[in-house]
C-alpha cells in the first residue's frame, strides 16, 4: 500500500512550493477482496495490518495555488472598457482630420469667404459635406463652385465653425456666444447648439442672467431661454438688489416685465414691477428730461399715440396677471386694483414712455434722411436722362451732316461719272477726271464713309494709269484705309491683284519716297491675319520683299520709309523661312541694321528694326552669325541703353537677343558687350512687364547653356531675387515658372 506524499511543484516565478493534494486528485486505495468481507480504506486513514485496526490522522488542508499580485496601473490597463477605446479610437480619428485642416492649404479645394471677403477660410469640399448639411445642399446646388460667400459673419467666428466641422472640438468664448450659437443655426450644426447651450446654462449667473436672457431671445434658443427664466423667476429679488435691471433699454425692459407677468410662479408681481420700473427711471431720469426738453412739436402727434399704445400693452400685461385675474370681470374693479399697485400706471408708464420719443425721433429723421436720397437718386437720374438725350441729339446731328456729305458726294460723283460706269469699270475720263474721283473717295474716308468707295473702281484706276504717280499714291492710300478698315475687304483686294498692282507702283516711281511709303504701308496691312500665310507666299511671288528692301536702299535718310520697311520685313518674314532667306539674299538684314545706326534716337526705327531680327533670327543659325557680322548685337544693346525707359524696346530687343543667343560666339559676344547687365536692368526696371520678364529669362536660360562664363557673369546680379520677384508678380503664368525652373537649375541655384 503506498500512501499519497507530498508532490514539488516549481511556480512560473521559478520557487518551489509545497502543494498538498487537492480534492480533485484525491483517490480512493482498495484491496482485492480475499475472503467476503471487504476491507475499505478511506480517504486521509492508514492501515495497520499488524492490530488490524485503522489509525485517524488529522486531515490535510488542502492549499491554494496563491493568486498573481498586479499594480494599480496593470489593472487599469487592463480593465479598459469598450466604450473608454472606442472614444481614444474616435479622439484619434478627430485628430487626424484636424491635422488636415491644420495643413489646408496644400490639399484644399474650397475657399470660404467672411466679412469683407479678406483671409478666405481654406477648406476640403468632401469632409464639409460629409459632417454638415448646410454644405452638403450648397453643393448640391452648385458642383463646380470652388468658392462660398458668408458675408454676414466673421471670420473670427467661422473659422472655429469649421475646425469643430473637422475635429468635434471648439472653444466657446461668452461673449460671443450668440454669433457662435447664430452661425451653427444657419449650418445646421444641431449637436454645435446643443453643445453651446451646456457650455453656457453653468455659466448663469446674478451678474449675466438678464443678458443672457435678452440674447437668447434675439437668437431663439429655446432651452436657453428656460433656464435663464427659471434663474431670473428663482432669484428675481436679488437681481433687483443688485440693479441688475437699471441698464437696459426699452424693448429689454419691457419683455422682463412681460416675463414677469406671465409667470403664475412669481410672487409679489404687485411689488417687483414697480420696484423695477423705479429703479430704471430713476437710473435713465437725465435722458427723460432731455428728450422731454428737446422734443418739438411736429413730433408730439406721433409720440401721444405712442404713449397711448405701449400704455394699454403694459395694462393688458397687469390685467392677466395672476393677482388681477381674483377680481372680478369688471373693468372698473381692475383699474381701481392697477392704481393702487405703487402708483406705478399712473406716474411711472409715462416716464417710460417718454425714452420711446428718442427711437421716434431717430425713426422720423431717418425716414426724411431716405426721402432726401431719394429725392437724391431722382435728380441724380435726370441729370443722367439729360446727358443722353443731349448725346442722342448729337448723333442726330451727327448723323445729319454725315447724310448731307453723303449727298454731296453723290452729287460730285454723278457730275463726273455715272453709277454703271462706276460699277462695272468702263470708265473714259481723263486722268485728271480720275483724280478728282479719288479725291472724292479720300474724302469719304475721312468722313467715316468707306462703304461709299468702290474698291473695283480703284482697281481700275490703277491698272488704266499706271504711270500717273498722283493716281497710284492716293490709290495705294484708299486701299490700305479700306483693308484696314474691314478684313473681307482686304481678302477681296489682294484676291482681285490689288497687292500686284501696288507692288507695280513702288517699281514704276522708285524715286518718289510718297508713293514707297503709302504702298509699304498697305503691304503691312495686307499681311495681317487672317490670311498672312497665303500672302506671305504671294509677297515672294511678285518680289515684294525685293521692293521694300530696294525703298529702304534709295531713302535711308527717310525715317518713315526706314520703319516702315523693317515692320514690313517683320510681316513677311514671321514663320515663313522661305521669306527669311529671301530676305538675307537681298541683303535685307544689312539694310534693317543700317536702318539702326542711321537713326539711334528714334524709337520706332530701333523697335521695328529689333522686331524684324528677332523673327530672322528664329530660323537658323546662318542667320544668327549674319546679324552679328552686319554689326546686329553691337545695335540691340545700344538701343537697350538708348532707350531704357520704352518698355516696347526693350521687349523686342529681348526677343531678338534670346534667338541670337542660340550661337555659342553670339554669346560671348553678347557678354563683352555687356549685354547680360541691360538685359537684367531692364527686368528690373520693368518687373510688372509679363513680356519682358519671360523673354528676359529666356534670354539669360539660352546664354547660359554650355558657357560657364556666362553663368558666373549672371550670379553677379542677385538673379535668384529677381526670380522669386517674378514668381510673386505673375503667380499663374506657367510659362514664366517653367522658364525660371529650368534656368536656376541649370545655374545649379
Known sequence: MKNNSNKKKTSSEGSTTTEYPTNSETTSTSTSSTSDSEINIEQNQHFFPE??????????????????????????????????????????????????????????????????????????????????????????????????????????????????????????????????????????????????????????????????????????????????????????????????????????????????????????????????????????????????????????????????????????????????????????????????????????????????????????????????????????????????????????????????????????????????????????????????ILQIFKKSIEKEMIDQVSIDSVLNFMKKFPLASDIQEISCFILEKIAEEDADDLIKIVDSDGMDLVIDSMNNFPNDPKIQEVAIDAIITFLRKPKRKKYQKKIKEIKGIEAIIKAMNNFPTNKKIQWKGCWGCRNIAVGNFDNVEEIKIVNGIQSITKAMSNFPKSKKVQWKACWALWDIANTNDENRIEIKNANGIDLILKAMANFSDISIVQKQACGSLMNIAKNDDNKKRIRELKGIELIIQAMQKFSESQAIQFRGFWTLLNLSKRNLENQQEIKKYGILELANQAKKNFPKDEQIKAKITKFLGLLQI
Open 51 to 436: 492490530f488490524n485496526t485503522k489509525l485517524n490522522l488529522p486531515k490535510k488542508k488542502n492549499r491554494k495555488k496563491p493568486k498573481k499580485r498586479y499594480t494599480k496601473k496593470q489593472i487599469n490597463l487592463y480593465n479598459l472598457s469598450k466604450n473608454t477605446i472606442k472614444e481614444l479610437l474616435i479622439t484619434d480619428v478627430a485628430n487626424d482630420i484636424e491635422s488636415i485642416y491644420e495643413n489646408q492649404k496644400e490639399s484644399a479645394d474650397l475657399k470660404i469667404f467672411c466679412g469683407n471677403f479678406e483671409n478666405p477660410i481654406h477648406c476640403h469640399r468632401l469632409i464639409l459635406i460629409s459632417r454638415c448639411a448646410f454644405f452638403h445642399a450648397q453643393y448640391r446646388e452648385s458642383k463646380s463652385e470652388c468658392n462660398i460667400y458668408l458675408p454676414d459673419f466673421d471670420v473670427s467666428v467661422v473659422e472655429p465653425i469649421i475646425r469643430f466641422i473637422y475635429s468635434g472640438k471648439i472653444t466657446i468664448n461668452f461673449q460671443e456666444f450668440g454669433k457662435f450659437y447664430k452661425l451653427a443655426k444657419f449650418f445646421s450644426l444641431k449637436k454645435l447648439q446643443i453643445l453651446i447651450e451646456k457650455e453656457i446654462e453653468p455659466i448663469i449667473t446674478y451678474r449675466n442672467a438678464i443678458s443672457l436672457y435678452m440674447e437668447s431671445r434675439e437668437i431663439e434658443s429655446f432651452y436657453l431661454i428656460r433656464k435663464c427664466e427659471i434663474f431670473i423667476i428663482n432669484n428675481m429679488s436679488i437681481l433687483i438688489k443688485k440693479k441688475k435691471t437699471d441698464k437696459l433699454s426699452e424693448n429689454q425692459l419691457l419683455s422682463l416685465i412681460e416675463l414677469i407677468v406671465s409667470k403664475k410662479d412669481i410672487n409679489n408681481k404687485t411689488y417687483l414691477i414697480p420696484v423695477i420700473l423705479d429703479n430704471w427711471i430713476e437710473k435713465n431720469t437725465l435722458l427723460v428730461e432731455k428728450l422731454n426738453e428737446n422734443t418739438s412739436i411736429n413730433y408730439r402727434d406721433p409720440i401721444e399715440s405712442q404713449k397711448q399704445h405701449i400704455k394699454e400693452f403694459i395694462l393688458q400685461m397687469l390685467i392677466q396677471s395672476r393677482d388681477l385675474q381674483e377680481i372680478p370681470d369688471s373693468k372698473i374693479a381692475q383699474i381701481e386694483k392697477i392704481q393702487r399697485i405703487s402708483s406705478f400706471p399712473l406716474n411711472f408708464v409715462f416716464q417710460i414712455i417718454n425714452l420711446q420719443m428718442k427711437s421716434l425721433k431717430e425713426k422720423i429723421s431717418q425716414e426724411h434722411e431716405l426721402q432726401n436720397q431719394k429725392f437724391h437718386i431722382i435728380e441724380e437720374k435726370e441729370k443722367y436722362f439729360a446727358k443722353k438725350e443731349d448725346e442722342f441729339r448729337e448723333k442726330e446731328r451727327v448723323f445729319q451732316r454725315k447724310k448731307d456729305n453723303l449727298e454731296e458726294l453723290a452729287k460730285e460723283i454723278e457730275a463726273k461719272i455715272s453709277p454703271n460706269q462706276l460699277k462695272d469699270g468702263s470708265i473714259q475720263q481723263t486722268e485728271s477726271q480720275v483724280y478728282e
